[in-house]
């Protein structure tokens, strides 16, 4: 199903007569060793169902163990989303069933989460500041993972087989719950992916999780409803599950937004139900009738003892915490002399702390930003990977500008170097040695080209005596050409000069 099988409205319009009311859940699986409830490994990418045990596939009899680590990571994540923490917090079973959920319950907690009362403070493109409260941050364990066979972009819709991995059954989650966001109109959409992406940064200055929204360790499930203007009621909400990357969650507020305000302006109705997203096209196709809390008959896990939480263990943990990455951004602005516009560049080209790494690896802030905001941001984009994914690191960009510091390298050549790198070619100096790229500093050998280029462009050499000293870029070009770009060029310059004298 795609865009064009609904009347949408436009999305001025939208706002002319509705007013949305967002609510987003953040799912974020916690990077530890082990599983939330059992010691198998946690890890991602291994062969299906080869991290399994007696607990995550639900045998009878198996008892589950809190994992220490999973509690102290939510509790880090609390804290840093400015939540109080409970002294104490139960687990409860969220019973339904789902072919990759083997137990048929979901290990969760309920009306007694860990975290609560807390908010984050977003910026936006133009650098206005949101403030996004939040209701809840509460451990659970993630569920397995479905592959359907046969159906289009592998969805159940059409498939003709289902394979199940248990593999991420039992794997730590936090889930993080916003307070409604009201009042923000036409910039609903913004706000829902600045508030997913600093929630991304953060988890990862944390280092509690990778939060790969492609590989599904950070999932957001966006909930939308309109009310008229002017009426104080929230509407009907539904809730767009598993979106997966920052530009889809902008994309799934803007079309509810635009499909909701449709269906209500011809008189209809808006179903309280999930939402599937569909990268494709930026629409949203209907999932099944959403649950309310009664349908999943919450009650507390028998098997688990209450999770007491100590001051002391509260207090020791913030003490642990990072600079947080807003404080570090005005930090390093600061520092650096940066523009805001300058510093929302690199943010939002993924690039910052690439650029804070080559800087602590030798090359200045300027050098740094140049190689990773221009070039290599346009060798990802032909690539069609993130900025961070490209095959070179922070200390071999900062090798670059130190060979071309050094003269031993010229812009070209660096380049030249770079893509070696990228290529798999080698580290900075064995691309350059096995390439041939470092400067020819001979100065016979750069005499000789000059003496050449000017024997073959006598009408230059006139132009020149005539007055004209611009004429002399023609010269350096053609050295350049026959020393195959490698040839120094304040060298040439100073021998062109010199010859023409």
């Given amino acids: 199903m795609t865009a ?19 609510g987003l859940e953040v799912h974020v699986e916690l990077h530890t060793a082990t599983k939330m409830f059992s010691a198998s490994s946690a890890a991602f990418g291994d062969a299906p169902n080869s991290n399994v045990d007696p607990v995550s596939l639900g045998l009878p009899g198996a008892l589950p163990v809190v994992n220490h680590t999973g509690v102290e990571y939510a509790i880090k994540i609390g804290l840093a989303l400015n939540c109080s923490i409970a002294e104490s917090s139960r687990f409860a079973r969220k019973n339904y069933f789902y072919p990759d959920q083997p137990k048929n319950y979901q290990i ?20 206005t500041e949101w403030r996004v409260e939040i209701e809840r941050a509460h451990m659970e364990e993630d569920t397995g993972k479905l592959t359907h066979l046969g159906g289009a972009g592998s969805r159940i819709h059409g498939a003709t087989a289902s394979l199940v991995d248990c593999n991420r059954a039992g ?26 992406a600093a929630l991304r940064e953060l988890v990862v200055a944390l280092d509690v999780s990778d939060a790969r929204m492609d590989q599904g360790s950070m999932r957001c499930d966006a909930n939308l409803s309109l009310r008229p203007i ?83 263990w509260v207090e020791e943990i913030r003490a642990t915490l990072p600079e947080m990455p807003w404080l570090r951004r005005a930090r390093i602005q600061e520092a650096w002399g940066l523009k805001d516009e300058e510093m929302r560049d690199l943010v939002n080209a993924g690039a910052l702390d690439l650029v804070i790494a080559t800087v602590e690896a030798g090359a200045t802030p300027d050098e740094a930003r140049s190689w990773w905001v221009s070039y290599l941001s346009g060798k990802a984009n032909e690539s069609a990977v993130e900025l961070a994914d490209l095959a070179i690191t922070p200390a071999q960009v900062a090798r670059v500008v130190v060979l071309i510091n050094e003269g031993k390298l010229t812009n070209k050549l660096a380049r030249k170097a770079v893509d070696g790198v990228l290529a798999g070619e ?21 005499e000789a080209a000059v003496e050449e280029a000017l024997a073959a462009n006598p009408d230059i050499v006139e132009k020149y005596k005539a007055g004209n000293t611009k004429v002399t870029g023609a010269i350096v070009g053609a050295v350049m050409k026959t020393t195959k770009g490698k040839a120094d060029p304040k060298t040439v310059n100073e021998i062109i000069a010199r010859k023409l004298a």
Avoid at 175 to 192: L, S
Avoid at 244 to 268: C, H, P, T
């Fill in 171 to 196: 794997v730590p989650l936090i889930e993080i719950v916003t307070k409604p966001i009201e009042g923000a109109g036409e910039r609903a959409p913004e706000i829902a992916k600045a508030y997913v």
């Fill in 230 to 312: 002017g009426r104080q009621e929230f509407g009907t909400r539904t809730e767009t599950k598993n979106i997966n990357s920052l530009k889809s969650v902008e994309q799934a507020i803007r079309f509810e937004m635009m499909r909701q305000a449709a269906v209500l302006e011809d008189g209809g109705v808006i179903e309280q139900e999930t939402r599937h997203f569909h990268e494709a096209d930026g629409s949203t196709s209907k999932g099944r009738p959403k649950e309310s809390a009664d349908d999943y008959r919450y009650f507390n896990d028998p098997d688990l003892p209450p999770v007491i939480v100590s001051r002391e």
């Fill in 4 to 22: 064009a099988t609904y009347d949408l409205m436009d999305f001025d319009e939208v706002l002319e007569k509705f007013d949305p009311v967002m």
């Fill in 108 to 127: 969760s907690q309920y009306d007694e989460p860990i975290a609560y009362d807390g908010y984050l403070d977003v910026v936006l493109e133009d650098g």
């Fill in 426 to 446: 080698g580290d900075v100096d064995e691309v350059v040695a096995a390439r041939g790229l470092e400067v020819v500093r001979d100065d016979g050998a750069i």
